[in-house]
């Protein structure tokens, strides 16, 4: 059996499920080019690992429909548990025919369908390898796409089909094709006239963009050129005679989709903004009356200080000792004086722009200057990793810098920390606070996308002087904004220990779980059924 958090039980066998289960709702299909355990380069891979198996024990039936990634290594025994269901299909894309095998696991309530197909054998990520992107992801995720608009129709999974009454879950750019095949190649001929679709933008900065020319690739009727055409403005042509003239998949799955979901309620209105928009804005402000947002939730079994295999010292709400003795802990392993009353400050993440680790650069200097230790746990561009390096060299009490990244280790800052530090320039969700506040650290965070949502500015002065809020979130990202709620932080902390004990005691009894996600995600479900969907 499959335990989920509030001892939910969902079957394993198809054969096993209760009579007394609750009557399906929807048959929903995710479509995603990645799901954990299977597949994950981030928090998509989350997501579509997660998210399904609570919708499952809430009484859904949910395919999650992915690619079969083999790339001649251990990774490729995750899917030593999937069966060939002997259906093979023809998908007619790239001036071609191209046949699809599906495999296909039934796990926690799920059924879990991977297609396969020789593009999807090689060795690298999902994506790319260490040469970059791979130049056919267009040509694979079209694939994806056809194979999963078919699914639904021709395998019997438990018997039968999910058949066109579906509700499609169409992830990133990647499954942003589904929602047009919907409208373009089976609503015209008396398919899935039922069924609908939502689009779901994990992050609106990757669109599969590719010039007008593989408009033909799709298997799309040629009229429906219009609704992934894209013209590029004029400072971003590569030369004078460069008309601009592209496709953009992410485009056509706005145009078509019956609701659009982000990660977050304030990415969502991130991105009718230009600011926030990458191009998409005035499109995305058009559709503003189908555009939600709901935050992630995170995997409350994994990340739970009171059970964690990779913390020293287990703690709960109930009893805090040992994260001080986590502190402790994770000073002596990465050689900084024992300190367990110094302020400890973290971050975890990528180096690179998006993540705000030039601002972290430019105040550290400073932040150093007082009585403080800082941690950073994070691979990415070569500068800010050789940065890391040096700065530990000059701050050998204050500093420590882990080039690359580890589990672990990322676990055991996340508890032995006091304050995380999170300065990113755009984030749709972010996933790194909601485990601090888990762990009952205190996260610091630039006011952006699910920051801004799920981090609370502390009020010493509300609740008749209790106060509320679990951190501090500020604006402008600017050095001087940072590094101003840094010493807020570090002055409650050091003087004000009622109050930081306040902080760290909201952040942990918050419901981080995905049920409770689930439960929006079924509100945005009744709205998609509302209106007639996409057919022009």
Not at 268 to 285: A, C, H
Not at 391 to 409: H, L, M, S, Y
């Amino acid at each position: 059996m499959f335990e989920l958090p509030g001892d939910t039980q969902v079957s394993n066998t198809h054969d096993n499920v209760s009579d007394d289960k609750k009557e399906v709702i929807h048959n929903i299909v995710f479509v995603t080019s990645e799901a954990s355990p299977y597949s994950k380069t981030g928090g998509l891979g989350d997501v579509c690992g997660s998210l399904p198996i609570a919708l499952a024990a809430r009484g859904h039936r949910v395919m999650v429909v992915t690619p079969r990634y083999l790339c001649c290594g251990p990774s490729d025994r995750k899917f030593d548990s999937a069966v060939d269901l002997d259906c093979r299909i023809k998908v007619s894309c790239s001036g071609g025919v191209q046949e699809v095998v599906f495999f296909h696991e039934y796990k926690a309530g799920v059924d879990w369908v991977f297609v396969d197909h020789p593009s999807f054998h090689r060795p690298g990520n999902p994506y790319g390898d260490a040469y970059g992107a791979f130049g056919d992801n267009q040509f694979r995720f079209t694939l994806l796409c056809h194979a999963a608009c078919e699914a639904p129709l021709v395998l019997p999974l438990g018997g039968h089909t999910y058949g066109e009454k579906c509700l499609f879950l169409a992830n990133d750019w990647h499954a942003g094709l589904v929602p047009v095949l919907l409208a373009a190649k089976y609503r015209p001929y008396g398919v899935y006239k039922d069924a609908r679709s939502i689009v779901v933008i994990h992050n609106l900065a990757h669109q599969g963009v590719e010039p007008a020319s593989t408009y033909n690739n799709f298997g799309l009727p040629p009229e429906w050129y219009g609704a992934l055409g894209w013209v590029f403005p004029t400072w971003a042509r590569t030369h004078a005679l460069d008309t601009g003239e592209a496709v953009n998949i992410l485009k056509g799955a706005i145009v078509t989709a019956d609701r659009i979901l982000t990660v977050s309620q304030g990415y969502s209105w991130e991105i009718t903004t230009p600011e926030g928009g990458n191009g998409l804005d005035e499109l995305l402000s058009s559709r503003k009356t189908v555009v939600n947002g709901i935050t992630n939730g995170i995997d409350v079994t994994e990340w739970n200080p009171s059970v964690d295999e990779h913390i020293p010292s287990h703690y709960s709400l109930d009893n805090l000792s040992g994260k001080t003795e986590g502190k402790i802990a994770l000073q002596r392993e990465l050689g900084l004086p024992i300190r367990p009353d110094c302020p400890l400050i973290g971050f975890i993440g990528r180096l690179d722009y998006q993540k705000g680790i030039d601002i972290i650069l430019s105040g550290t200097p400073d932040l150093l200057q007082d009585d403080v230790q800082f941690i950073m746990l994070g691979s990415g561009e070569k500068q800010y990793e050789d940065w890391m390096r040096a700065t530990e060299a000059t701050f050998k009490d204050k500093f420590r810098g882990w080039v690359g990244f580890n589990v672990p280790i990322s676990h055991r800052i996340t508890a032995g920390c006091d304050i995380l530090l999170m300065p990113s320039r755009f984030e749709p969700c972010g996933l790194n606070q909601l485990y601090a506040m888990r762990y009952g650290t205190v996260p610091v965070v630039h006011a952006t996308g699910g920051l801004g949502d799920t981090v609370k500015t502390f009020n010493p002065f509300s609740d008749e002087g209790k106060g509320e809020g679990t951190g501090w979130a500020f604006k402008p990202l600017t050095r001087e904004s940072m590094l101003d709620a840094l010493w807020v932080a570090i002055e409650t902390y050091r003087n004000h220990k009622t109050s930081w004990g306040g902080l760290m005691k909201r952040g942990m009894e918050r419901d981080y779980s995905w049920d409770n996600a689930a439960v929006q995600y079924e509100q945005v479900f009744k709205w998609a059924f509302v209106d007639p969907p996409y057919v022009s």
